[in-house]
């Protein structure tokens, strides 16, 4: 099959290796049709990657283990985390909670941007027909990700008229933002460092303002961080307003500082880190999407093919698209 190596410094070869086998009755092997670029990627971009990455994955069933129920053919998107089945938040669907994941698709085992992956039936979601393979792409980390960290908020969050604001306009900050607007929330926020994310920000219905932590002190009930930098961080901690809740889920491998200080020693407010959703929100997940499908459509900036992995890589890197799909065929 053909596969991407991603080796640092921005580039990446397309090789061909041998495809995946069944080793497991319970495996089957994914037929890749289509893969969303993430943000999270592009460490692995500039770095280089052990496994083959790619983590937002729609395809079809193409061979399956003597014990998967689920037939040859059948669309599906691919649930990220190895997670065990066993433990007590497991057994009640909380799968993103499991204590025992030791692997994510596309991080420590190979994952989307290849011809073919291969997974556990239990990470496999079949979607409807009238999902497309784009469509089921956005329902993992950019609307999944997303509404579950509202939902996990939400028992802090009690008149949906409060001031939210959105720290970051890169793909998981912009569907946020449709997301909250998805869920009721009128009142939405946004800042970034870049002025022309900023703009787009508008576009997709938030007010833009520039980050000021003096002016924005303690003026937003609801404070997403999606941007996973420091000052991001920052401007959460002093923008939340006392009583109100902070979700911390962009991404990042820097550690979060928080500088003690009279300020933040005497504010009451909620801490909330969110990773990513479980499976027990699936089906609401779904519905939420067709309910605003042409809403949640405009994140796909383009969709190219396979072979122009690198260049879609640095004009993603560049800011010039939002969310870009690689299709398989």
């Given at each position: 099959?053909?596969?991407?190596?991603?080796?640092?410094?921005?580039?990446?070869?397309?090789?061909?290796?041998?495809?995946?086998?069944?080793?497991?009755?319970?495996?089957?092997?994914?037929?890749?049709?289509?893969?969303?670029?993430?943000?999270?990627?592009?460490?692995?971009?500039?770095?280089?990657?052990?496994?083959?990455?790619?983590?937002?994955?729609?395809?079809?069933?193409?061979?399956?283990?003597?014990?998967?129920?689920?037939?040859?053919?059948?669309?599906?998107?691919?649930?990220?985390?190895?997670?065990?089945?066993?433990?007590?938040?497991?057994?009640?669907?909380?799968?993103?909670?499991?204590?025992?994941?030791?692997?994510?698709?596309?991080?420590?085992?190979?994952?989307?941007?290849?011809?073919?992956?291969?997974?556990?039936?239990?990470?496999?979601?079949?979607?409807?027909?009238?999902?497309?393979?784009?469509?089921?792409?956005?329902?993992?980390?950019?609307?999944?990700?997303?509404?579950?960290?509202?939902?996990?908020?939400?028992?802090?969050?009690?008149?949906?008229?409060?001031n939210t604001l959105v720290i970051g306009c890169g793909p998981l900050g912009l569907g946020?933002?449709?997301?909250?607007?998805?869920?009721?929330?009128?009142?939405?926020?946004?800042?970034?460092?870049?002025?022309?994310?900023?703009?787009?920000?508008?576009?997709?219905?938030?007010?833009?303002?520039?980050?000021?932590?003096?002016?924005?002190?303690?003026?937003?009930?609801?404070?997403?961080?999606?941007?996973?930098?420091?000052?991001?961080?920052?401007?959460?901690?002093?923008?939340?307003?006392?009583?109100?809740?902070?979700?911390?889920?962009?991404?990042?491998?820097?550690?979060?500082?928080?500088?003690?200080?009279?300020?933040?020693?005497?504010?009451?407010?909620?801490?909330?880190?969110?990773?990513?959703?479980?499976?027990?929100?699936?089906?609401?997940?779904?519905?939420?999407?067709?309910?605003?499908?042409?809403?949640?459509?405009?994140?796909?900036?383009?969709?190219?093919?396979?072979?122009?992995?690198?260049?879609?890589?640095?004009?993603?890197?560049?800011?010039?698209?939002?969310?870009?799909?690689?299709?398989?065929?």
């Amino acid at each position: 099959m053909k596969a991407a190596n991603f080796l640092g410094e921005n580039k990446i070869n397309i090789v061909e290796k041998e495809a995946p086998h069944l080793e497991f009755e319970n495996d089957v092997i994914v037929e890749v049709n289509c893969c969303g670029l993430c943000g999270s990627d592009k460490r692995l971009f500039r770095e280089g990657a052990k496994h083959t990455p790619g983590h937002e994955i729609s395809g079809t069933i193409y061979k399956k283990g003597k014990d998967v129920k689920l037939r040859i053919g059948q669309r599906v998107i691919i649930y990220i985390p190895i997670y065990c089945g066993k433990c007590k938040f497991c057994e009640v669907g909380n799968t993103n909670q499991c204590q025992n994941i030791k692997e994510l698709v596309g991080w420590q085992r190979s994952g989307g941007y290849a011809e073919y992956v291969k997974v556990p039936e239990q990470n496999v979601i079949p979607i409807p027909d009238d999902i497309s393979d784009e469509d089921g792409v956005l329902l993992l980390d950019t609307i999944g990700t997303a509404a579950h960290a509202v939902r996990l908020a939400m028992p802090t969050l009690k008149n949906k008229e409060e001031n939210t604001l959105v720290i970051g306009c890169g793909p998981l900050g912009l569907g946020m933002i449709l997301v909250l607007k998805a869920f009721g929330f009128n009142n939405i926020f946004a800042t970034d460092i870049s002025p022309e994310k900023l703009d787009l920000s508008k576009s997709f219905g938030a007010i833009p303002i520039q980050s000021d932590t003096n002016k924005q002190k303690n003026q937003f009930k609801f404070v997403v961080e999606a941007s996973g930098s420091s000052s991001g961080r920052e401007t959460g901690l002093y923008s939340v307003e006392p009583g109100g809740s902070l979700v911390i889920l962009g991404e990042s491998n820097d550690p979060f500082i928080i500088n003690p200080n009279p300020i933040l020693r005497r504010k009451d407010f909620y801490t909330i880190r969110s990773f990513y959703f479980p499976l027990n929100e699936v089906n609401e997940n779904i519905e939420l999407y067709k309910s605003n499908k042409e809403s949640f459509r405009k994140l796909i900036s383009e969709i190219v093919g396979f072979d122009n992995l690198q260049n879609t890589f640095i004009k993603f890197c560049e800011s010039k698209t939002i969310k870009p799909f690689i299709k398989m065929k």
